[in-house]
């Protein structure tokens, strides 16, 4: 059984928010306050509307793992992290957290401008928590990770580039010895080289079997660190998952499962004058509309619109196919239509079959859209993302496996089955 | 489960009242030595007279009272040469002043820190006042310098100074600690400190003799507890009127101040963050 590094529940914090926009209250304010209405208590006055920045979190995280936090602006990450980190206190709810925590959420966090670079190494580690002995200890490390001349160490740090600030900033931090670290959104700072760099600490961080809570909308970064993922809405935690699906999911920015999608209101139904999308969903060989396949199985992709009126060239259905990086796997719309089939006024059903053995395993996105031709080339609607769905390897049944022996995630896109010639050569 | 040895933290919402969290501060030793220690350097950093200022400063004040109270009649101590009175009274009460001015001024110069790690914010207030400490043994040496200028052989009571330094320290903290968590939400605070220490220093017998007060204000003039640390304080070094009891009703003030100040500051801490 693995061990549990943070375990949350019910997490919520409350802003009031006359209070968040006027931080700096007056005191005269307060006590004209109390004199026009002296029997109420002072929450309930002159408050405006209670502001909810997180609501009811829960979740698990193992010990080792690394946690990628995604999710729009104000989507509560980083109130989370505060919280976590101690800084804020939850109005609701817990969180049990085991272990050292050390949390990082600005580069430099206790730098002093007139203090030399040594002086601020020392400050900010202890700022960060770090005991002496372990700063002097690490003292010469710190400074190699920075890439900062030794030369410049005793200059104050008011006079080093920004750059340089920052690297500094973050050699300190890269350098914490804690069992639990939470990163807000830091990393988005200094040259590439030098982030290259900080990454590849980071990962060193985590097969030490140290915990990492990661925000960032950098969302390669969170793929190439983090294993899994909570996904934050309006304070609200609302997916959590292997990282590639969470992604997709914020991505394609849809609710909950995707597989299938309907308009049946007019109004909102997108379209032109000419044609309308009326569903769209993903189903199986048995026509059971599911949102996870196996790799094995083919894949059904349907689309269901509405002509408006006879047009003269059958209008075209398109698919667009992406991975969970946003990268295009295919592009698909019918070859074999002859112009005169289903151009009548009418509801048309559209589907293609994506067959098993071809797809990777993962999160898949598809984009609807539909092209007709009056005068010119138009696009009746062109809806990206609309549908999603995911493949898994189920290794047990994969006959494929057990020939090749190999029991580990095989990259790629696609995984087609090609077929193979062997043969032995004359030496 | 989980091991043992590990500590664990549970983050839950607290009502009422917090305990002292005097653990949580010991563990963060170390960074409440590099707070006072970054004070200290930043304080004389870049100036042209460095630590030298902790002694100008009683020194210039003494050299001004000199030239203008000096001469007032019975404005000191009989048999004291008024320059050594008011340095007397100028280093406890330039440890006092510095010390409520850098706890009230502590959590507000430190939000980038309150509002990006933790640690119990109590250690900002305390080294705030600590780094004074510093300046306050610096200047007591220069007191001792200007009693050998004038003829004086510290004696026994001098032992007293660093109690009474002590308590002038208390009684910044207790005050401090209010004004540090009011300053936290009204910046009101900000401007009322200046005005503050200057009626209180005209409220304590600075740069005149507790003897001067009329009889009718004396049980009111002690209550402030600057009246018994600069009266104990010219007692340690010049010798002179032993302090009376009424020392010990200033003491009790200043605690049951200090306890109030905690209470409150440490119930104020939690939404530092989201309100500075």
């Known amino acids: 059984m693995t061990d549990i590094a943070i375990s949350a529940e019910g997490l919520g914090k409350r802003y009031r928010l006359g209070q968040a926009q006027d931080p700096y209250g007056r005191l005269s304010e307060v006590l004209a306050g109390t004199l026009r209405t002296p029997f109420r208590r002072r929450s309930e006055r002159a408050h405006g509307a209670d502001f909810w920045a997180l609501r009811d979190v829960a979740f698990e995280i193992p010990a080792g793992a690394a946690v990628g936090i995604i999710g729009r602006n104000g989507a509560g990450k980083s109130t989370l992290l505060k919280i976590l980190s101690r800084i804020t206190w939850p109005t609701t709810g817990s969180a049990t957290l085991h272990g050292r ?327 | 489960m989980n091991a043992p040895s590990v500590e664990s933290i549970v983050i839950r919402p607290i009502r009422g009242w917090i305990g002292l969290g005097a653990s949580e501060i010991w563990t963060h030793r170390d960074l409440a030595y590099f707070l006072v220690w970054r004070d200290l350097k930043v304080r004389y950093k870049q100036t042209a007279f460095g630590a030298a200022w902790a002694v100008l400063q009683p020194v210039l004040l003494m050299l001004v009272f000199s030239a203008f109270l000096g001469r007032i009649d019975g404005i000191g101590a009989s048999g004291v040469p008024y320059p050594l009175f008011a340095l007397a009274g100028l280093v406890p009460w330039t440890l006092f002043s510095q010390s409520l001015n850098g706890a009230s001024s502590s959590l507000v110069n430190s939000q980038n820190l309150i509002s990006k790690v933790y640690f119990p914010r109590l250690l900002l207030p305390l080294s705030a006042v600590a780094s004074y400490v510093i300046d306050f043994l610096i200047a007591a040496v220069v007191l001792v310098i200007a009693m050998l200028f004038f003829g004086r052989v510290p004696p026994v009571t001098f032992l007293w100074v660093p109690f009474l330094g002590l308590f002038a320290v208390v009684v910044a903290l207790a005050v401090g600690l209010w004004l540090a968590a009011i300053n936290v939400r009204y910046r009101d605070v900000k401007y009322a400190i200046p005005f503050l220490i200057q009626l209180w220093f005209f409220a304590s017998p600075v740069a005149y003799s507790s003897g001067l007060v009329p009889p009718g204000l004396r049980a009111i003039f002690s209550l402030n507890p600057m009246t018994g640390v600069i009266d104990g304080f010219r007692w340690a070094a010049l010798g002179g009127p032993r302090p009376d009891t009424t020392i010990f009703l200033s003491v009790a003030a200043t605690l049951a101040i200090l306890v109030g100040g905690l209470a409150y500051f440490l119930r104020a801490e939690r939404t530092f963050a989201d309100t500075i």
């Open chain 1, 101 to 427: 925590i050390a949390s990082l959420l600005e580069v430099g966090t206790g730098f002093h401008p007139e203090l030399s670079g040594t002086e601020n190494v020392y400050l900010s580690g202890a700022v960060l928590g770090m005991r002496r002995a372990e700063i002097r200890r690490n003292f010469d490390e710190i400074v190699e990770f920075s890439g900062i001349d030794p030369k410049f160490l005793d200059t104050p740090v008011k006079r080093y580039s920004s750059g340089m600030q920052v690297r500094l900033g973050f050699a300190v931090a890269a350098h914490l010895e804690s069992e639990i670290l939470l990163i807000d959104e830091v990393l988005a700072v200094g040259d590439l080289e030098f982030q290259k760099r900080c990454l590849g600490k980071m990962d060193e961080v985590t097969s030490s079997g140290r915990t990492i809570l990661f925000v960032s909308h950098q969302l390669p970064m969170i793929a190439s660190l983090c294993s899994s993922c909570l996904l934050m809405e309006g304070g609200r935690l609302v997916a959590e998952g292997p990282t590639s699906e969470v992604i997709h999911r914020y991505q394609s920015g849809v609710g909950a499962n995707a597989a299938s999608v309907d308009f049946p209101n007019e109004a909102s139904r997108p379209g032109d004058g000419i044609a309308s999308l009326l569903a769209a969903w993903v189903e199986n060989a048995a026509g059971e509309r599911q949102f996870e396949y196996s790799l094995m199985e083919p894949v059904r992709l349907c689309v269901k619109y509405r002509v408006h009126e006879r047009l003269e060239v059958t209008p075209q259905p398109v698919l667009h196919v992406t991975d969970s990086a946003g990268n295009y796997v295919f592009v698909t719309n019918p070859h074999d239509w002859g112009d005169d089939r289903a151009n009548g006024p009418g509801d048309y059903l559209a589907s293609v079959e994506i067959p098993g053995h071809f797809l990777n395993d993962g999160m898949y996105s598809v984009g609807v859209a539909l092209n007709h031709f009056k005068s010119a080339i138009q696009t009746a609607f062109f809806e990206r993302g609309t549908l999603s769905f995911n493949i898994v390897d189920r290794i047990d049944e994969n006959e494929v496996r057990a020939v090749s022996r190999w029991g580990g995630r095989i990259p790629g896109v696609v995984r087609p089955l090609f077929s193979w010639q062997v043969e032995e050569e004359a030496r």
